[in-house]
T-cell receptor, first 112, second 113 residues
Framework: GENVEQHPSTLSVQEGDSAVIKCTYS??????FPWYKQELGKRPQLIID???NVGEKKDQRIAVTLNKTAKHFSLHITETQPEDSAVYFC???????????WGAGTKLIIKP | DGGITQSPKYLFRKEGQNVTLSCEQN?????MYWYRQDPGQGLRLIYY???????QKGDIAEGYSVSREKKESFPLTVTSAQKNPTAFYLC????????????FGPGTRLTVL
């Protein structure tokens, strides 16, 4: 069936180090892959997205890479800061109406 | 964070009751969505609407109902048929379809007593 698997469920990194979160998806026709950040008690907000005609996209300390052959995409955060602590969700558009299917989330903890 | 609002923030329901969650947006967005968020799980789509007076079921529509009489409003009713309704409910909207940026409301936490 349609699904998105996200790993790890929890990631703890030292402040200043890099963090990588990976998602795999089931539908080879998926064409849109956003990443959302949800801080504690707040609403999810888009931080970066990528479409299937692009292999990589960067925005300052954040980057997303897409491997269509392997059906996986990853979020990379460099030079992590305390304000990066949050839950991160990946999603992929799937199905006849290309609705988003979401990963289970990764809790990112930045250690001082 | 303005633009899309949800009310109430917290809602308590007795078993057997129907309750309605409000979602309003002033972004002039055509499409609106309702998601359910449970601990340790991703967002699951309940219903979505791409245009006024039209809506489609998502993956977990059973026990829920919606209406879209106005572009700005997309209320969700949790009926007594929903066996496990305790969850955090998020409303979202996009200017176009699901492959546009989704703007979320602050959410409603529903608890069944």
């Amino acid at each position: 069936g349609e699904n998105v698997e996200q790993h790890p469920s929890t990631l703890s990194v030292q402040e200043g180090d890099s963090a990588v979160i990976k998602c795999t998806y089931s539908d080879s026709a998926s064409n849109y892959f956003p990443w959302y950040k949800q801080e504690l008690g707040k609403r999810p907000q888009l931080i970066i997205d990528i479409r299937s005609n692009v292999g990589e996209k960067k925005d300052q300390r954040i980057a997303v890479t897409l491997n269509k052959t392997a059906k996986h995409f990853s979020l990379h955060i460099t030079e992590t800061q305390p304000e990066d602590s949050a839950v991160y969700f990946c999603a992929a558009s799937m199905g006849s109406n290309y609705q988003l299917i979401w990963g289970a989330g990764t809790k990112l903890i930045i250690k001082p | 964070d303005g633009g899309i609002t949800q009310s109430p923030k917290y809602l308590f329901r007795k078993e057997g009751q129907n309750v309605t969650l409000s979602c309003e947006q002033n972004l002039n967005h055509d499409a609106m969505y309702w998601y359910r968020q449970d601990p340790g799980q991703g967002l699951r789509l309940i219903y979505y609407s791409q245009i006024v007076n039209d809506f489609q079921k998502g993956d977990i529509a059973e026990g829920y109902s919606v209406s879209r009489e106005k572009k700005e409003s997309f209320p969700l009713t949790v009926t007594s048929a929903q066996k496990n309704p305790t969850a955090f409910y998020l409303c979202a909207s996009t200017s176009g379809g699901s492959t546009d940026t989704q703007y979320f409301g602050p959410g409603t936490r529903l608890t069944v007593l």
